[in-house]
């Protein structure tokens, strides 16, 4: 009788942990799966929160909330796109005033938005660059409930490129994707070799292991015990396991001018995977730029005015020369 009952207790468990290991993700709710949405609501309870800090009692004139491109002082439009299954993306348009100008393209990185890449819209607007950013889906307004690096956000940016590529003054495109964002765009260039530059930030070469660092650092010790049921998750809403989606193999078809930055002190992507995939690269036109002392999300701000010069140098020496014109056949000879 005691064997029986211990054995009850024993497939109690086993159910238990069982059931533990597939549900919990559902009420944990994984910002991996559903992100954090950064928007003007958010922003704004940031700022009133900022602003009760007893702490710092001047703490109002401590830091400035972005809204918009309007707070600095740039006209743009709304740019919104809809996507193959009905959802609407929501984004900004900051036209330059340069005529030709090449149009920058920013896919940002999972929990964050066009509010957060704010501060870096006006160095690449200033620098003569149209600019565009649109927020991901289930991310900042727009639409969607999930979101994946797979297949559903590669193909949401081929909508952005259709839509930006119907604009008039539309000549080239350059792709700036930050962290996820890179991986979208990785995987983009194996189906759509429009942009005709790649600025690939904080990239990594294993989703699995970005998986895994993502665990370990929402849940600790008890990832051990919500790590596969969330691949699985990710597994059904991606269409294949996350171990196959191996970046530095999938870059090695990459031809497309690349350029590589990583920050030294980045504990979220080691710079030794971003390095990994400048190694990989299928690209003959690549270049690395390391910003010493830049975590995740301060390599911009570390990096200053170098940063966004060398930004702006490799996309302006990766566009395609124009083919020079002659107006007779004698003239083309004696260029020969």
């Given at each position: 009788m005691r064997i029986t009952s211990i054995s009850f207790l024993f497939d109690f468990l086993l159910i238990a942990i069982a059931g533990f290991m597939?549900?919990?993700?559902?009420?944990?709710?994984?910002?991996?799966?559903?992100?954090?949405?950064?928007?003007?609501?958010?922003?704004?309870?940031?700022?009133?929160?900022?602003?009760?800090?007893?702490?710092?009692?001047n703490a109002k004139n401590a830091k400035t909330f972005l809204f918009n491109p309007l707070s600095l002082n740039l006209e743009y439009e709304d740019f919104d796109v809809r996507t193959k299954d009905s959802l609407t993306l929501r984004g900004w348009y900051i036209p330059s005033e340069e005529e030709e100008a090449t149009t920058v393209l920013v896919l940002h990185d999972l929990n964050e938005s066009k509010i957060t890449c704010l501060d870096m819209i006006k160095p690449l607007h200033d620098r003569g660059f149209n600019v565009c950013i649109v927020d991901m889906r289930a991310h900042g307004n727009s639409d969607g409930e999930t979101f994946t690096v797979g297949?559903?956000?590669v193909e949401d940016v081929r909508v952005i490129l259709d839509s930006l590529y119907k604009r008039p003054e539309t000549?080239?495109?350059?792709?700036?994707?930050?962290?996820?964002?890179?991986?979208?765009?990785i995987q983009l260039f194996t189906k759509d070799p429009r942009p005709v530059a790649f600025i690939l930030q904080s990239?990594?070469?294993?989703?699995?292991?970005?998986?895994?660092?993502?665990?370990d650092k929402q849940w600790g010790k008890f990832q051990k015990f919500l790590l596969p049921s969330l691949k699985i998750r990710l597994k059904r809403h991606m269409g294949y396991d996350v171990s196959d989606l191996n970046f530095s193999d999938i870059i090695k078809y990459d031809s497309i001018p690349t350029l590589f930055i990583a920050g030294t002190?980045?504990?979220?992507?080691?710079?030794?995977?971003?390095?990994?995939l400048y190694d990989s690269t299928g690209s003959r036109n690549k270049n690395f730029m390391s910003v010493t002392g830049a975590g995740h999300d301060?390599?911009?701000?570390?990096?200053?005015?170098d940063y966004y010069n060398e930004i702006m140098s490799f996309i302006n020496q990766s566009i395609p020369r124009k083919v020079?014109?002659?107006r007779n056949k004698k003239l083309a000879s004696l260029d020969q």
């Open positions: 597939f549900f919990s993700p559902y009420f944990i709710m994984p910002s991996l799966i559903y992100p954090v949405r950064v928007d003007s609501l958010y922003v704004h309870n940031e700022q009133i929160k900022y602003s009760l800090d007893e702490g710092n009692p297949n559903p956000a000549v080239h495109v350059a792709l700036f994707g930050i962290g996820t964002g890179a991986a979208i765009g990239g990594f070469d294993s989703y699995e292991k970005y998986v895994r660092v993502f665990a002190e980045d504990n979220i992507v080691d710079p030794k995977e971003t390095m990994a301060n390599i911009d701000e570390k990096g200053g005015t020079k014109t002659v």
